[in-house]
């Protein structure tokens, strides 16, 4: 079993930064995917970014130039530093790890999740 517990979120005004952290525990080293999806309300989760354990990360269009998706995979962590942030990229936002070789962008492909942490940016 793996958990994954999201943290850093928060309010900001936009153009501000905010760095996300999540932190696995369990057999997390074995998943060879790992991602950030968001939602905001009435809307569906997507993806935000994504990573394979060797690296290679994918980022959604609308985020690319301003988010950074890392991982230490010695502690068991993923990252997302987000900047020039915009009223858009309000939304909660969930950590999730999986394995198989699909796209990073493909959600059924994620079997963990976290609970998510909210991040608002206001104008």
Known sequence: QVQLVESGGGSVQAGGSLRLSCAASGS??????RAWFRQAPTK?????AGIWTGGNPYYADSVKGRFTISQDNAKNMVYLQM???????????FCAAGSGWAGLDNLNSY???GQGTQVTVSS
């Open 44 to 48: 569906e989760r997507e993806v935000v």
């Open 111 to 113: 079997v963990f999740w």
């Open 83 to 93: 900047n020039s942030l915009k009223p858009e990229d309000s939304a909660m936002y």
């Open 28 to 33: 997390f080293a074995w998943l060879r995917r």
